[in-house]
């Protein structure tokens, strides 16, 4: 399974962006997949995540009301639109992805297949 992220860079606080994580190679029909961020000097944490097709998602307390999780599955891709970004919204963010429902949602070890991650700077 391979997964690549994009849509990084820097922006520009109250600003929108969407990120985009392409995946290929996996052939599961049910999927956890998941945005997770890691500030410098920070332990890795997860933004949102969701069970690929089941229409549910789970969100981190400090991105909920901002930041939306969803699929395109025709695509194979994964999005993160996050609006009204905040300074302390700047880290990289990587996408993972696992063959099982993942519990809880923000497992970090439950996630078997990460990206190279994006970096997402907000001034």
């Known amino acids: 399974v391979q997964l690549v992220e994009s849509g990084g860079g820097s922006f520009q606080a109250g600003g929108t962006l969407t990120l985009s994580c392409e995946i290929s190679g996996y052939n599961s029909e049910t999927w956890s997949m998941g945005w997770f961020r890691q500030r410098v000097g920070q332990a890795r944490e997860g933004v949102a995540a969701?069970?690929?097709?089941?229409?549910?998602?789970f969100y981190g307390d400090s991105v909920k009301g901002r930041f939306t999780i969803s699929e395109d599955k025709a695509k194979n891709t994964l999005y993160l639109q996050m609006d009204n970004l905040k300074p302390e919204d700047t880290a990289m963010y990587y996408c993972a992805a696992d063959a099982k429902a993942v519990a809880p949602w923000d497992w970090i070890g439950g996630y078997t297949s990460w990206g190279q991650g994006t970096q997402v700077t907000v001034s």
């Open positions: 969701t069970l690929t097709g089941s229409g549910i998602t």
